[in-house]
C-alpha cells in the first residue's frame, strides 16, 4: 500500500476530484508522463530487470495505478516498449481502454540519456478546460486553461505525498483498519495491468484484463 504515493500527491488529489466531481465536464482524453535517465543509485539492482522490473515496474506502475484510481480497472490495454539496458521493459508507452471511454495513456521510462534527469507530468482535456501539471515548472507546476478565462497557476493545498502516504498507513495501523485511499489489492492489480501491458509489449496485441 505505501508504494502508490501518487493518490496522495495534491496536485493528483486535485485532478482526482475534478475528473470525480466534473466541475469542468466529463474527461475527453487524459495523458500521464513520467521518463528519467538511469537511475543513479542501486545500480546492481536496477541494472538487473529480473530484480527490478525494469522501468515498468519501478516508475510506470505509478501512472498505472492512478488511472485505475481515476477511471476504474481498465478493460483492456495496448502498449509499445522496448528494453536498453536492463533487460526489462526500459520504456513502455500505453494506450487504456476504460469504461467512461476517454482516450488515456501514459509513458514510462527510465531510457533517457545521462543528464536528461526525471521529468513527470500529466494533461487532463475535459470538456470545458484543460490540466496540465509539469514538475519542471516549480511553483507553476499545474495550470489550468478554462474557456473563456485566462491560464491560471493551481495552488494545491497539502504537503509531500511520501508523507500523505505513510501517514495514512500509519493512521490505519493505528485505528486497526485496512486503508481506504489504497489497498493492497490495488496494488496488486497495478501490477497485473503493467504485466498486461508487457504481454502486449512482446505480442504487439490488445490485452484484456
Known amino acids: 500500500m505505501p508504494a502508490m504515493c501518487m493518490r496522495f500527491w495534491p496536485e493528483w488529489t486535485w485532478v482526482k476530484k475534478a475528473i470525480d466531481e466534473k466541475p469542468y465536464g466529463k474527461v475527453l ?3 500521464f508522463r513520467r521518463v528519467a535517465q538511469p537511475p ?5 539492482h536496477f541494472l538487473s530487470g529480473e530484480k527490478s522490473g525494469g522501468a515498468l515496474l519501478d516508475l510506470h506502475v505509478h501512472d498505472v495505478d492512478f488511472v ?3 477511471f476504474g480497472r481498465p478493460r483492456a490495454v495496448y502498449a509499445t516498449g522496448y528494453t536498453k539496458f536492463s533487460g526489462a521493459i526500459d520504456h513502455v508507452v500505453a494506450q487504456y481502454q476504460v469504461a467512461s471511454g476517454a482516450a488515456v495513456f501514459a509513458e514510462g521510462a527510465w531510457a533517457m540519456t545521462e543528464g ?10 475535459f470538456e470545458n478546460a484543460t490540466a496540465d501539471y509539469d514538475v519542471a515548472r516549480g511553483a507553476d ?8 478565462k485566462g491560464p491560471r497557476t493551481v495552488q494545491c493545498e497539502g504537503g509531500d505525498g511520501y508523507v500523505g502516504e505513510l501517514k495514512h498507513l500509519l493512521e490505519s495501523i493505528r485505528a486497526g483498519r485496512p486503508p481506504t485511499v489504497v489497498t493492497a489489492q490495488d496494488g496488486q492489480s497495478a501490477v497485473e495491468i503493467c ?3 508487457e504481454r502486449s509489449i512482446k505480442t504487439g496485441l490488445i490485452v484484456s484484463l
Request: hydrophobic share 40%; glycine share 18%; aromatic share 18%.
Open 116 to 125: 536528461f534527469g526525471f521529468s513527470m507530468g500529466y494533461t487532463v482535456n
Open 141 to 148: 507546476a499545474l495550470k489550468l486553461f478554462e474557456n473563456g
Open 29 to 31: 482524453g487524459a495523458r
Open 195 to 197: 504485466e498486461a501491458e
Open 40 to 44: 543513479g543509485w542501486g545500480h546492481q
Open 68 to 70: 485505475q484510481f481515476c
